[in-house]
């Protein structure tokens, strides 16, 4: 096995998630192997006992760490600037194990309230279960942050821009309460994709990704990735999930590898489509609201000009005539379709109160701003013109 890591540390991003990870075979292939196995064959005992010691390098066990696994994170850690990265079977098996690898019975967790809505129900649901209380704030109000702290606050987690409202929350200035509360920061960094933000720059210690979304970016596969220092992931991370296997399958690791030579490309494009069908869409009759990462009539548009490199592959439209509307319009879109994914190259339109936000009260809806009339549109990699009319067509049957 060879060329682990580039040459050098200098190259593009990139180049590096063209190449960086890359453990080449003796057999010299151009396309990294996809090793579908579950564990590996030792020489002697003595080598199967130092590798179990960590005295010798290499692999033991596929619920511990995997060479086409092992690529993957690597990869993307590279990309994402952090020294380590742990890969897992789904972006909430990430969420919950950074969380759950931080937090023990008595701490206390504070989290910004717009979340998705499997990361509300383990933070408000969950982890008090186990002993873990948690209180949710308006992440945009520093101030509820401080107030919310207590002794026992171990952890802030916020998303950002945050699933489906696109609610953008600063990160740095959160960074700085947690440091100075002695709480460690986890940001769900999907709804920017590892393009257009980097939270360990911005003061995270951590950052989670579904790596179902554009990390794959072409529906097939389920994949989580948790990242951060060498030593967070070792003091934190490293063990629980070792003993409590919530690995990500060498097969999907393979395909999300593959995916990642592509990212850019396809992230580019995808909100180079988004701010023209944002633009083509803001002043339509039918439309209440819409809410764009780079748009200037976004209610944090200097917060994202700070901190994001770029806008983002999704949009919020309130749609006129609330759930009636809403539904009228999804019905009538003839090229989008229905689903609740996002980041893939197909475009994809959700109602977030019937589906990912359905379990939650009316109340608890109105809390994270998700109302009657919003959709969430994932815009994929048709041409602009295709989609401005395919939604403007559905629009005027609203
Ligand atoms: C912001 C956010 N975090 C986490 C997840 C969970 O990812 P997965 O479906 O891969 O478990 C999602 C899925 O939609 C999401 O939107």
Redesign the pocket.
């Known amino acids: 096995m060879s060329e682990r890591s580039s040459r050098d540390r200098c190259l593009h991003a990139d180049t590096r998630l063209v190449h960086e990870g890359t453990l080449r075979s003796e057999f010299g292939e151009t396309s990294e192997a996809l090793f579908l196995t579950q564990g590996h064959v030792y020489a002697s005992a003595e080598e199967c006992e130092a590798r179990f010691k960590g005295e010798s390098p290499g692999f033991l066990y596929a619920r511990f760490s995997n060479p086409t696994v092992a690529m993957f994170e690597q990869r993307i850690a590279s990309f994402e600037g952090a020294e380590a990265a742990r890969a897992t079977a ?4 990430a ?1 919950t194990a950074a969380l759950m690898g931080l937090l023990q019975a008595g701490d206390h967790i504070v989290a910004a309230r717009a979340l ?1 809505g ?2 509300r129900y383990v933070v408000a649901e969950l982890l008090p279960r186990f002993g873990v209380a948690s209180t949710l704030v308006d992440g945009t109000n520093l101030d509820a942050w401080r107030e919310a702290v207590r002794p026992e606050t171990k952890v802030f987690f916020l ?1 950002s821009p945050a ?1 489906p409202t696109l609610e953008v929350i600063e990160i740095a200035a959160v960074a700085q309460i947690a440091r100075e509360v002695g709480a460690k920061l986890v940001v ?1 960094n ?2 920017s994709s590892p393009l257009w933000q980097k939270p360990l720059e911005l003061g995270a210690d951590c950052v989670v990704y ?4 554009h990390i794959d970016g072409q529906g097939r596969c ?3 990735i948790i990242l951060g220092s060498e030593a967070f992931i070792q003091t934190h991370i490293h063990t629980l999930l070792r003993q409590t296997g919530p690995s990500m399958s060498p097969f999907n690791a393979w395909v999300l590898l593959k995916s990642l030579e592509t990212l850019p490309l396809r992230v580019e494009r995808q909100t180079r489509t988004a701010a023209i069908v944002a633009d083509a869409l803001a002043e339509h009759s039918k439309i209440g609201r819409l809410i764009y990462p780079g748009r200037a009539d976004h209610p944090q548009a200097d917060i994202i000009a700070r901190q994001m490199k770029g806008g983002s592959t999704l949009i919020a439209l309130e749609i006129e005539g609330g759930k009636a509307g809403a539904f009228r319009f999804l019905n009538a879109l003839d090229l989008i379709r229905i689903s609740n ?2 980041g893939d190259a197909k475009s994809l339109i959700t109602h977030p109160a019937t589906t ?1 936000h359905q379990r939650f009260t009316p109340e608890e809806r109105a809390e994270m701003r998700v109302s009657e009339g919003l959709v969430r549109l994932s815009v994929g990699l048709e041409h602009p013109g295709d989609l401005i009319e395919d939604l403007v067509q559905a629009l005027e049957r609203v």
């Not at 579904?210 to 979304?213: F, N």
């Open positions: 789904t972006g909430m098996a969420v998705f499997s990361c998303e699933n769900d999907v709804f579904s790596a179902t979304k389920l994949g989580g994914n996002l990912t």
